[in-house]
């Protein structure tokens, strides 16, 4: 509470001195000089410029951050809307099937792995043997360890 508190405090202070930095910056310039009125005029003048030549960085250095921005976003839609155009696709095709019933269009399959090899009855019960073994050893395992921390007390008969 009094971080947020000190931070509020803090930036009110910064907001006064900056204020008074800007209008008191004139008034300095006009008394502390013999021609005061052509001095604040050329502070005025100097500052302007300089308040231009930083907004034209800042604009360049904005369209340069948000380029990579726009160009995943543009890529993220070019995605998106590729998706959109194979599901209506697949619509149309499903579509023009049922209005022509006499030429129907078929799309090709797409392959599997499984179209090209089968694996043998050896190399499935050794699968399901080591996937078999490696649970009960992990149960086995973390039987002990809830035992040893005491987060599972086994009921005793």
């Not at 930095?21 to 502390?32: C, D, E, I, V």
Request: net charge positive; hydrophobic share 35%.
């Amino acid at each position: 509470m009094y971080t947020k508190m000190a931070s509020v405090l803090m930036m009110a202070a910064g907001t006064i001195r900056n204020a008074a930095a800007f209008t008191g910056g004139n008034s300095l310039a006009k008394y502390s000089s013999d021609d005061g009125r052509k001095a604040a005029l050329d502070e005025n003048k100097w500052h302007d410029k300089a308040l231009e030549d930083y907004q034209a960085v800042q604009n360049k250095y904005m369209q340069e951050y948000t380029k990579p921005l726009v160009w995943i976003e543009t890529i993220h839609k070019i995605k998106v809307q590729a998706n959109q155009n194979l599901k209506n696709t697949d619509y149309t095709f499903k579509l023009y099937n049922q209005v022509h019933p006499d030429q129907q269009i078929t799309t090709p399959t797409e392959p599997q792995f499984s179209h090209f090899y089968q694996p043998s009855k050896k190399q499935t019960q050794n699968k399901l043997l080591f996937v078999g073994g490696r649970a009960l050893t992990l149960a086995y395992a973390a039987f002990h360890f809830l035992c040893k921390v005491k987060l599972w007390i086994p009921i005793e008969g």
